[in-house]
């Protein structure tokens, strides 16, 4: 069992930037490929970034590619998302989640998931 809590989120300016946390526990993470996701007023939760278990390979949605990047410290079982460049439609709750070995952008594939933190992001 994985327990995820993350940490980071706030309001900043369009422009700015943000790094979430996502602090694991009970389990290393160091098998697991972690990922996150977003979920909108309204909106379905949507797919952002996922990396490998090994960390040497991630992927990101289209909407963040080249603004978001996201990575994992095995030693800390710490997940993070550095996130610049922010837009106003990255407002939403970041969730942080988990699965054993290889990555995944569809949200039913992960067993472990974080409660969340609010990203605002002003105009």
């Known amino acids: 069992q994985v327990q995820l809590v993350e940490s980071g989120g706030g309001l900043v300016q369009a422009g700015g930037s943000l790094r979430l946390s996502c602090a694991a526990s009970?389990?290393?993470?160091?098998?697991?490929?972690m990922a996150w996701f977003r979920q909108a007023p309204g909106k379905e939760r949507e797919f952002v970034a996922c990396i490998s278990w090994s960390g040497g390979g991630a992927y990101y949605a289209d909407s963040v590619k080249g603004r978001f990047t996201i990575s994992k410290n095995n030693a800390e079982n710490t997940v993070y998302l550095q996130m610049n460049g922010l837009k106003p439609e990255d407002t939403a709750v970041y969730y942080c989640a988990a699965r054993m070995y290889s990555g995944s952008n569809y949200r039913d594939d992960y067993a472990y998931w974080g409660q969340g933190t609010q990203v605002t992001v002003s105009s």
């Open positions: 009970g389990s290393t993470i160091r098998s697991y490929a």
